[in-house]
């Protein structure tokens, strides 16, 4: 305490502020966390309402699904059904012929996405974007 009164106005000020800053906790409810998923759908086209009710209740703005199981041969109104109001979807379907398999992301309109191509692999499978979400102070 006798250090704090040797402060001047202006150093109490930026301690006063750090102190601030440092005893902010986030509630884990808030709809300002940035909110990822994961699932493995085994079958996603018929499951589009479960998975549109699964990104509302967690909140999420991002959603990967493996074993979508959706072709490149699928309707696109397939394809487009997993993504809920405001959110679009990226798929990346298996590429050797075989049934099952596949990936995809579901995510907020509120990011702007471009595609990444990070190769393929005789190994895995995956789904690869590049995500800009911009957040400015003045």
Known sequence: AKFIKELSSSQREKRDNISKLTSY?????????????????????????????????????ILAITETWVSADSPECVKLDLAP???????????????????????????KISSYDAGLYNTFEHCSLKICYLALYK
């Open 85 to 111: 109001p405001g959110f679009s979807v990226f798929h990346q379907h298996r590429q050797n012929g075989k049934k099952g398999g596949g990936t995809c992301i579901i995510y907020n309109n509120d990011f």
């Open 25 to 61: 906790k986030l509630n884990p409810t808030s709809e300002n966390l940035l909110k990822f998923g994961l699932v493995n759908a085994r079958s996603a086209a018929n499951k589009a309402g479960v998975l549109h009710n699964f990104i509302k209740t967690y909140n999420l703005k």
